[in-house]
């Protein structure tokens, strides 16, 4: 719990810096940035520690859709700053730990009851009021979050299946490494099918030389997302993905602070009803799932009466 709530602070600060840097830089670009300067750090440092940490992996299929879902996923999440508040993007977003319950009861069958599969529903209808589809306002880039979301948790289920087999940094740097070729050949093949508006510059295939300034806020976006990806995947390997689904959400206060300061958003009503629905909902799930784990264990250590016989030669 303390390493996803940890996370989310240096997620809510990479995110920030890139919301601040679309102006000047592609989404490839900031993503590829970030990726390069993970591995600019982990790299040396796993060939240095040994040990658990290890360079070539058998794991590495699992590894590789992990850091499919997340490049894709998050370059659809980027691609609609420009268009919407840092709270709203966020706020549609985090229906991401409700798609991971659903995800861990279909494939790692973890339950889920009436009373949580009732809250997965309340924090749906919370998604739904937040991204309001029948609302004069709404257009498709709303579904760019939700898409990041359903990515998103799918690959914090792979990050189960992974577990404990791998440690921390070797799961840091088969995520972010892979993410700089993927986003790249993707922003190619999209320049090359589409025709970028102006409105979506921040999608054209551009890389230009950032000056001295630029270079330092590139390198701030890869240290605090290679710390935030860190202690996201060590949560989710040691614990159950249901359990930390709902920490997710001490990213949204953070974000919805931070918009204010930076850029005077408010987020609408509909953003904030929707993300009391969602938060309500997923904390409700968290809460079943402690409340669920406690009974099973008094149960396992419950003292059991001696077997008492009448023959003491039995």
Not at 48 to 59: A, D
Not at 140 to 164: E, H, M, N
Not at 257 to 269: D, H, I, K, N
Request: aromatic fraction near 14%; proline fraction near 7%; charged fraction near 10%.
């Amino acid at each position: 719990m303390t390493c996803l709530i940890v996370g989310m602070f240096f997620f809510v600060g990479q995110d920030a810096m890139m919301k601040w840097l679309l102006g000047d830089y592609s989404v490839w670009m900031l993503i590829g940035a970030r990726a390069l300067v993970s591995v600019s750090i982990l790299l040396p440092l796993i060939a240095f520690l040994g040990g658990p940490h290890r360079l070539l992996t058998p794991l590495w299929p699992l590894h590789l859709i992990r850091a499919t879902l997340f490049a894709l996923g998050f370059s659809l999440f980027y691609t609609a700053f420009p268009f919407m508040g840092l709270a709203e993007v966020t706020t549609i977003f985090f229906s991401a730990p409700l798609i991971t319950a659903i995800f861990a009861a279909l494939f790692l069958r973890e339950s889920i009851g009436f009373l949580r599969g009732a809250a997965l529903i309340i924090g749906f209808v919370g998604v739904l009021i937040a991204m309001k589809p029948g609302g004069d306002t709404f257009t498709w880039v709303a579904t760019l979050p939700l898409f990041c979301a359903v990515s998103y948790a799918a690959s914090q289920i792979v990050a189960r299946k992974i577990g404990d087999r791998e440690s921390t940094l070797t799961v840091g740097l088969y995520t972010l490494a892979p993410s700089a070729p993927i986003v790249a050949l993707v922003g190619w093949g999209l320049n090359q099918l589409v025709d970028i508006e102006p409105e979506f510059s921040h999608l054209r295939f551009a890389f230009p030389m950032p000056d001295a300034e630029g270079a330092i806020w590139l390198i701030g976006i890869g240290v605090t997302g290679m710390i935030g990806y860190l202690l996201n995947s060590r949560a989710y390997q040691v614990a159950p993905a249901s359990l930390m689904a709902p920490f997710d959400y001490s990213y949204l206060p953070i974000a919805a602070v931070l918009g204010f300061v930076l850029w005077g958003e408010v987020p609408p009503w509909n953003t904030l009803a929707g993300m009391t629905l969602i938060v309500g909902s997923g904390v409700f799930i968290g809460y079943r799932e402690i409340v669920t784990a406690r009974r099973a264990k008094a149960v396992h250590i419950a003292p059991t009466a001696p077997f008492v016989t009448d023959s003491p030669h039995t």
